[in-house]
C-alpha cells in the first residue's frame, strides 16, 4: 500500500513543483496560488502517509533505527524554518531556547528525531488559537536530551489526558484550523521515543495552556561534524 501510494504521491509532487517553477510556462496570480496549494498540500500527504508507516512499524517494534552523528541545532532550526509559516498564518508566536550545554554533535536517528518533535510542536500550533508557543532544549546530567513543548491553548480537557497518546484520537473539542495531522502525532511520537528508550510525557495542563516533554537518551558524538 505504502509504494503504490509513493507512486501516486512522488507524481503529484513533482508536478505541482514544476508548476510552481515555472517549467509549464508562466502562471497568472491566481493559477500561482493555486500551484502552490496543490505542491503544499502533496507534500503534507506524504508525510502523512509517512507517519502512518513510522507509526504502524513503531507500534509492531519493527521500525529500524539509524543512529548516526547529528547537530542538534541544525536539527532543530530545521523545525523552525517548517513550522513556522503555518505559526505566522495563526497569529502565534514561536519562541524558541536552545541552552548552550547542549552538545554540538549527538548521536541518534535524527530523522525520527525530528519527526517526534515536529509532531510535539504541531499539535501545540494547532490547538493554540492565539498566544505563543514555547520550545526549550536542555541537557542534562543524566546525558539526556530534554525538549519541552508549551502552548497558551485551552489545555487538555479533563479525562483526556491519556486518550491523546491513542492513535487516531484527536479530542472532542477541535481545532478551529485544521490541523495538519489526523490524530497520530502523539501516538507515533510516543512509540518512537520508546524505542529509543526515551518517552514522550504530559508534564501539565489547565486553562492556561500544556506543556508536553520529550526525553532522549543519547551519546555525545567523540568529535563533532565537519562541514
Not at 24 to 46: C, D, F, H, M, W
Not at 129 to 137: E, R
Not at 187 to 203: K, P, Y
Amino acid at each position: 500500500m505504502a509504494h503504490d501510494m509513493r507512486g501516486i504521491l512522488a507524481v503529484l509532487t513533482t508536478t505541482s513543483d514544476m508548476l510552481v517553477r515555472g517549467m509549464y510556462g508562466e502562471l497568472t496570480p491566481q493559477q500561482s496560488r493555486a500551484s502552490e496549494r496543490i505542491q503544499r498540500n502533496s507534500s503534507l500527504l506524504v508525510n502523512l502517509l509517512d507517519d502512518l508507516i513510522i507509526f504502524v512499524k513503531a507500534d509492531a517494534n519493527q521500525l529500524p533505527l539509524n543512529p548516526l552523528p547529528f547537530d542538534p541545532r541544525m536539527l532543530l532550526a530545521e523545525i523552525q524554518k517548517q513550522t513556522s509559516p503555518f505559526a505566522e498564518s495563526k497569529g502565534l508566536k514561536l519562541h524558541w531556547t536552545v541552552v548552550s550545554d547542549l552538545p554540538e554533535t549527538l548521536v541518534g536517528d535524527a530523522s525520527l528525531i525530528r519527526r517526534i518533535m515536529s509532531a510535539l510542536l504541531w499539535n501545540a500550533l494547532g490547538f493554540t488559537d492565539a498566544g505563543d508557543v514555547w520550545m526549550d532544549s536542555s541537557w542534562t546530567t543524566e546525558q539526556q536530551w530534554v525538549t519541552t513543548v508549551r502552548d497558551s491553548g485551552p489545555g487538555v480537557p479533563a479525562g483526556d489526558e491519556l486518550k491523546i497518546f491513542h492513535p487516531f484520537y484527536r479530542g472532542e473539542k477541535r481545532p478551529q484550523m485544521p490541523t495538519p495531522g489526523f490524530g497520530l502525532g502523539l501516538s507515533m511520537a510516543s512509540r518512537v521515543a520508546h524505542l529509543m528508550h526515551g518517552r514522550v510525557t504530559l508534564e501539565q495542563t489547565g486553562p492556561s495552556g500544556s506543556t508536553f516533554c520529550l526525553r532522549l537518551p543519547l551519546l555525545i558524538a567523540k568529535s563533532p561534524l565537519v562541514p
